[in-house]
């Protein structure tokens, strides 16, 4: 086989979802012929973008050889100590002990806290990543309902809004946030020693360490800038709804596993790519919109979400070819 | 510094060019330091053309063979540009041709002033590339000397401790019944592009060599018998049964018994027992209804301790924690577990030290003399030097047939494919 033939088949690889995709977009316009047109379209890509942005944190996460549960919570739990500290009492559960400004930067701030308390667990102390992530979740979870009262926050301050809602050259700005961070972790993970760092962690700890990469270096960083992705997913929620729901993010963690399964990044670590899982992501909304649209009755919703689950793990390892893992 | 690990440090997912330059990737010049794909691949291309490794360098590791892959990391570590390396038993899985380009490189970076520290149990190669060799023990230093003043006998009598010729021929086995039914037959076996048109057949009691350089298609062979791989054409007789080939199960069913070529990857599960991975094979005589007697697997795990003399504190302690040698005995165990009829032995001795390799072949022996038909698949001349006859394999076919009392030239000659 010669070098450019192995070098297209990996890039087909690459693209294993398009065609799958495209197909269902076809099904779409057959379904309903309102399906193709812009503004639905942009629907589902704004809808897909908060959830996106953790299965893009969650990638990073598997590529490395690790999985991060607690995202759905950091998702919720990072706008709502924002709101928590910036509302003012009486309105609802806040402690209005900041001026609303310092909303976003505090919910970064968290999010990246709670990647780095994972971290330490998991790598400082050596806990099943697993389970303490699992932990997290629940913690996390229990946190945000305790500051809330099991209530939503709402009358938020302007910039906590502003990313979920704003229009920059005609496109609802979470979508360009979601396509530009995609693309530059695509570049992060082809292009840079930090990002082949991952693959090489993932496939064989021992010899990146052997190779001279800073294992746990590279482990703590990833896990926290998976919590600051998830934490920017759930701002952008929060900006779109104009509020915080003590339930946002619940459950939202087996469909980022399946969209990044069905994308091709593999539970065991090493293998897969940042492009695959953005596919995975959008051909799930993308069923899941063509369902609506088809009328399927709302009680029936949820029985359905994790069938479109299985139809598209099926439908990836058909376009992949490849069993997965 | 550098280090050639005895254990693979290749990542199975990465191309074989970014393994080669893992974490050292060449960057564009620039604004941003993105890494150049194109240099990278075009720098592995030179490196691997002068270590005359032929792969296509944008195919993920896991696709090389064995040998490639022990080259491939060689190659690595030595163009660091380390002033100090360590190649811990770097020729294990090499063929001659390439053990000799390795010394090549070696001298040659000796001559500029590189430092290397070989970790070998191969007496030839200590002699050939090493100005001083320590010998260590029982986990104790025996002793250090210059290779020029420390004869070979003497060396030998170290790494033993006892004052022995390396191999003692045996000569007490009797003959093979010769109008005895073939404990295994092949007949006509090709899968194109590794091996065409392969007959041979082993009778019980006999030990029969398939001796060949890397690429001879010898290993293929013996994965195809074991079921590890499916052969396109031809026939598999084991004891006059033919198993639905490429189906481990079946072959075992049908009495193979077989030791891997590569016991990292496809021979021990590391963190199990040692009884538990001397019985993995056979859990049918473990107990009934699917159901596993641990005093059974214990019994099995201890006898297979003491017939192979390994070197462990019980037969619950897990294979990691044992050394090469005795991870191999492990392995040849299992391969004895079920009584074969028909013992397939793969580089058997790859990486083990002279008395381990010593035990593992009597092993073989005491096999065949319990009647079964015993194949060696292996390059390494003293695993061959049991056997009844040998045959040979080059580019695909069998080229020839010695019967035992070869010398050692002649044989590497027919391996290397120079006609005698």
């Given at each position: 086989m010669s070098a450019t033939a192995g070098l297209r088949i990996a890039r087909l690889r690459d693209l294993a979802l398009v065609p799958a995709i495209l197909g269902m977009m076809v099904v779409g316009w057959i379904v309903?012929?309102?399906?193709?047109?812009w503004t639905n379209l942009q629907n589902v890509l704004q809808q897909q973008s908060e959830v996106s942005l953790l299965v893009l944190a969650e990638a990073l996460v598997l590529l490395c050889g690790r999985m991060d549960l607690s995202l759905e919570s950091t998702f919720g739990l990072a706008p709502g100590i924002a709101a928590w500290l910036v509302l003012a009492p009486g309105v609802a559960h806040g402690l209005g002990l900041l001026p609303g400004g310092w909303s976003v930067p505090v919910t970064l701030a968290v999010g990246v806290l709670i990647g780095v308390v994972n971290a330490l667990f998991i790598i400082r102390f050596g806990l099943n990543g697993f389970i303490v992530t699992l932990g997290m979740l629940i913690v996390l979870r229990g946190l945000l309902t305790g500051v809330s009262g099991g209530q939503t926050f709402f009358n938020l301050p302007p910039s906590m809004i502003y990313l979920g809602n704003a229009v920059w050259l005609g496109l609802p700005a979470s979508i360009w946030i979601c396509l530009i961070l995609y693309a530059l972790a695509i570049v992060v993970t082809g292009y840079t020693r930090f990002g082949r760092a991952l693959y090489a962690i993932g496939g064989n700890p021992d010899a990146a360490r052997a190779a001279g990469i800073r294992v746990d270096r590279v482990l703590w960083t990833t896990l926290a800038v998976a919590g600051l992705l998830a934490a920017l997913g759930g701002l952008l929620l929060t900006g779109r709804l104009a509020s915080v729901a003590a339930a946002q993010g619940n459950g939202a963690i087996f469909t980022v596993f399946a969209a990044a399964v069905i994308g091709g990044?593999?539970?065991?670590?090493g293998r897969g790519t940042i492009f695959g899982a953005f596919t995975g992501i959008l051909l799930l909304y993308l069923i899941q919109n063509v369902l609506t649209l088809g009328g399927v009755p709302a009680q029936w919703i949820g029985a359905l979400n994790g069938a479109i689950i299985l139809i598209a793990l099926i439908i990836s390892r058909i376009t992949s070819g490849q069993a997965q893992n | 510094m550098a280090c050639v690990y005895q254990k693979s440090t290749v990542i199975?997912?990465?191309?074989v060019a970014e393994n080669v330059f893992l974490n050292r990737q060449d960057r564009r010049h620039g604004r941003l330091p993105l890494i150049s794909w194109r240099s990278v691949r075009r720098r592995a291309r030179e490196l691997l053309r002068a270590w005359e490794v032929d792969v296509d360098v944008e195919q993920p590791a896991e696709r090389l063979t064995v040998e490639q892959r022990q080259l491939v990391e060689i190659a690595r570590a030595l163009s660091h540009g380390s002033r100090f390396i360590i190649l811990d038993?770097?020729?294990?899985?090499?063929?001659g041709q390439a053990i000799e380009r390795l010394f090549e490189r070696m001298r040659a970076l000796r001559g500029q002033g590189v430092t290397f520290l070989f970790i070998s149990h191969h007496l030839e190669e200590v002699y050939e590339v090493c100005d001083t060799v320590s010998v260590l023990r029982d986990a104790r230093h025996v002793v250090t000397a210059p290779v020029a003043e420390l004869g070979e006998r003497d060396l030998v009598a170290a790494m033993?401790?006892?004052?022995?010729?390396l191999i003692a021929a045996t000569a007490d086995r009797p003959a093979p019944a010769a109008d005895a039914a073939p404990a295994l037959r092949v007949d006509g076996l090709g899968l194109p592009g590794l091996f065409d048109d392969v007959s041979f057949a082993v009778r019980p009691g006999e030990i029969v060599g398939l001796a060949g350089a890397g690429g001879s298609g010898k290993m293929a062979v013996a994965e195809c018998v074991v079921g590890l791989r499916r052969a396109a054409t031809g026939t598999i007789e084991i004891a006059g049964t033919r198993p639905p080939p490429g189906s481990v199960a079946a072959a075992l069913a049908a009495g193979v018994g077989f030791v891997p070529q590569d016991r990292h990857r496809q021979g021990l599960v590391p963190a199990l027992s040692i009884a538990e991975n001397v019985t993995m094979t056979i859990p049918e005589r473990l107990g009934r209804y699917g159901f596993i007697g641990p005093r059974r697997r214990g019994a099995l795990g201890a006898r297979a301790i003491d017939e192979l003399t390994i070197k462990a504190s019980g037969s619950e302690q897990p294979v990691s924690a044992l050394s090469g040698g005795n991870q191999q005995k492990v392995v040849m165990a299992r391969a004895l577990a079920g009584d074969p009829k028909a013992l397939v032995l793969s580089q058997p001795t790859a990486g083990v030290d002279v008395r381990a390799k010593e035990t593992l072949l009597a092993a073989a022996e005491n096999a065949a003399r319990a009647g079964a038909g015993v194949l060696i698949v292996s390059d390494d001349l003293d695993d061959l030097r049991r056997c009844d006859r040998v045959l040979v394999m080059f580019k695909g076919s069998v080229v020839g047939e010695r019967p035992s009392g070869w010398r050692d030239h002649d044989l590497i000659a027919a391996m290397e494919g120079i006609a005698t």
């Open positions: 309903s012929p309102a399906f193709l047109h990044v593999a539970l065991s670590g | 199975p997912s990465l191309s038993e770097p020729t294990a899985q090499l063929d033993t401790g006892a004052a022995t010729g």
